[in-house]
């Protein structure tokens, strides 16, 4: 879904940077007809837009693709008519908590339903080691039996007096079994469980370990990831200045064409970067959340802002 939104939010970015290029080509062709400019210029900028037109269109494509794939990860059919709800964004990222640079230390890491998991199968191996113990105790066994003997070759007794007046019989009584010589088998039974214990305990350890590092990198990833949106948004500023003040100069003829183009090119690469960090930031805030085992608070976030 975010990837989905991640590129409709640059076809929009594309289509305002295409609506710019036609306003210059304007301007071009002014100054092409006043005789201040030479054919190459308005050449040179149809040509312009002609690559970003192409690109708009690779955009779109690559949205249509998208509500396809997440139309097939949905498991809903292709033909499916659905609108893709807008993401709120900034907002969005203003509620979202960035983890602080902790000191090293034990992390908490109750809610990650593996390591529950885990933990639950070290309890169910050591309740096999109590089972496997028991075998060294004696054992007492209460039974009772009731049963019947029916024949039909008796001639003198119909079904009902068979088997409630003459054949019944019961028994009722206790088993005591005591276990003097098991040819170790109990012994070995216990050992298997303690093994089975320790094993266990060593996965959990390990995936402890393996938690501990997916949430640190991810701790580190989200953390880069908003510095690179104050980067862009520093980045973005500057193209924009720098944009401005080529344009200016474009018009009373102090700039080339080229360099117009180069600084048309370095904004909207700039505008690229701010929406893919923005993006990218909510991809490592919400993967933080899943290594943490928080993933519900996060996605509730931003179903509320979509």
């Known amino acids: 879904y975010i990837q989905v939104v991640l590129a409709k939010e640059l076809i929009g970015v594309e289509e305002k940077n295409l609506e710019a290029q036609r306003l210059q080509l304007n301007l071009v062709e002014d100054f092409y007809?006043?005789?201040?400019?030479?054919?190459?210029?308005?050449?040179?900028?149809?040509?312009?837009?002609?690559?970003?037109?192409?690109?708009?269109?690779?955009?779109?494509r690559d949205y249509q693709v998208g509500k396809l794939l997440l139309l097939q990860t949905l498991g809903l059919e292709p033909g499916t008519g659905y609108r893709v709800a807008d993401l709120d964004i900034d907002t969005l990222l203003k509620e979202i908590k960035i983890p602080a640079q902790e000191a090293p230390g034990k992390l908490d890491l109750g809610k990650r339903p593996d390591l529950e998991a885990q933990h639950l199968l070290v309890k169910a191996s050591e309740k096999e080691v109590k089972a496997a113990q028991s075998g060294y105790w004696p054992k007492l066994s209460f039974f009772i039996n009731l049963g019947t003997n029916y024949s039909s070759l008796d001639e003198y007794a119909n079904l009902t007096r068979q088997l409630f007046d003459y054949n019944l019989n019961t028994a009722v009584g206790l088993s005591l079994s005591i276990p003097i010589f098991d040819k170790g088998t109990t012994k070995n039974n216990v050992a298997a469980a303690k093994i089975n214990v320790r094993n266990r305990q060593l996965e959990l350890e390990k995936q402890q370990n393996q938690a501990v590092?997916?949430?640190?990198?991810?701790?580190?990833?989200?953390?880069?990831?908003?510095?690179?949106?104050?980067?862009?948004?520093?980045?973005?500023?500057?193209?924009?200045?720098?944009?401005?003040?080529?344009?200016?100069?474009?018009?009373?003829?102090?700039?080339?064409?080229?360099?117009?183009?180069?600084?048309?090119a370095q904004y909207l690469q700039a505008a690229y970067d701010r929406v893919k960090s923005k993006y990218n930031l909510l991809i490592q805030a919400i993967a933080t959340a899943f290594y943490r085992g928080d993933l519900e608070e996060v996605t509730t976030l931003v179903r509320s802002r979509s």
């Open 213 to 264: 590092v997916e949430v640190r990198q991810a701790e580190e990833d989200c953390r880069t990831a908003a510095q690179q949106v104050a980067e862009a948004e520093s980045q973005l500023t500057y193209a924009q200045a720098a944009l401005e003040s080529i344009e200016a100069r474009y018009k009373v003829q102090a700039a080339t064409m080229v360099e117009l183009t180069q600084a048309r």
């Open 33 to 60: 007809n006043a005789g201040k400019r030479p054919v190459t210029d308005l050449y040179q900028q149809n040509a312009e837009i002609s690559r970003y037109e192409y690109q708009l269109l690779e955009s779109k």
